[in-house]
């Protein structure tokens, strides 16, 4: 399966919100993708530079969910 997802982070890095905007048509997957998305923060946090232009990023990424034998992978890709 393949979804986009929209991943909302604040300045100090904490994920703020996910939103699948094209869904891999599987409930189940997506909310996966969801959970794995905000389990991967906190990212870093905005320098300086970058808070001076934003409070929050939006960033797009699509998940590819894959089987490979009996191993389940997935791929997250981005800008």
Partial sequence: ??????ITVNTDGRVLATEVVQ?????????????IATAAGPFG???EEMRKQADQLALV???IF?????VLQTRLTGP
């Fill in 1 to 6: 399966g393949e979804l986009t997802m929209i």
């Fill in 23 to 35: 869904s891999s048509g599987q409930a189940d997957l997506d909310r996966r993708a969801q959970a």
């Fill in 45 to 47: 946090e905005f320098t």
């Fill in 61 to 63: 990424s699509r998940f």
């Fill in 66 to 70: 894959s089987r490979d034998g009996d």
